[in-house]
């Protein structure tokens, strides 16, 4: 069975910093992977998406993903982030053809100082 | 614009009622999906339906129900039977069976007195 890890439940980092938010996942083939954000009392929003290809994959409000099959990892990261970044973050898997759609990670949530 | 729209915001609930939620869409999306989440716990599937009137049970489907009656509407019933309801419920769409991009509604918070 697929899963995914999200090893940081909290992070803090201050405006304009770097961010690396990090993603282990499990699966037995090439997973089709996903970054969400969700703001408070609010539904998820894509930020990108990974099915093949280019392992680099650049998603919408300057975020970006690595995918490392080796380590199993999707980390997301931002170079420079913003206060309304604030948020939390889902990283998720799903199998090629699967009608069951994704396994959610557990989330990060996300504090940006001033 | 189009997007799934999901009502009540906010419902309360006495033990031993239940509740429906509504959820609607006109993205002309097949697949329709809810999910549970609880803090910590990330989002669980309850229930998703690929197509109207056909529906498959998710991991956690014990003590709701759902139809798909329409390709629009995918209502979910939270029955008495559900031991620990209270929780933030959000409807998602997508294009296929998956995977790809779920598209979600801005959720339902249940809670029960």
């Known amino acids: ?114 | 614009d189009g997007g799934i729209t999901q009502s009540p915001k906010y419902l309360f609930r006495k033990e031993g009622q239940n509740v429906t939620l509504s959820c609607e869409q006109n993205l002309n999306h097949d697949a329709m999906y809810w999910y549970r989440q609880d803090p910590g716990q990330g989002l669980r599937l309850i229930y998703y339906s690929q197509i109207v009137n056909d529906f498959q049970k998710g991991d956690i489907a014990e003590g709701y129900s759902v139809s798909r009656e329409k390709k629009e509407s995918f209502p979910l019933t939270v029955t008495s039977a559900q031991k620990n309801p209270t929780a933030f419920y959000l409807c998602a769409s997508s294009i296929t069976g998956g995977p790809g991009e779920l598209f979600f509604g801005e959720g339902s918070r249940l809670t029960v007195l």
């Open chain 1, 1 to 114: 069975a697929q899963s995914v890890t999200q090893p940081d439940i909290h992070i803090t980092v201050s405006e304009g910093a770097s961010l690396e938010l990090r993603c282990n996942y499990s699966y037995g083939a090439t997973p089709y992977l996903f970054w969400y954000v969700q703001s408070p009392g609010q539904g998820l929003q894509l930020l990108l998406k990974y099915f093949s290809g280019d392992t680099l994959v650049q998603g919408i409000k300057g975020f970006e993903a690595e995918f490392k099959r080796s380590q199993s990892s999707f980390n997301l990261r931002k170079p420079s982030v913003h206060w309304s970044d604030a948020a939390e973050y889902f990283c998720a898997v799903g199998a090629s053809g699967s009608a069951r759609q994704l396994t959610f990670g557990s989330g990060t949530q996300l504090t940006v100082l001033p």
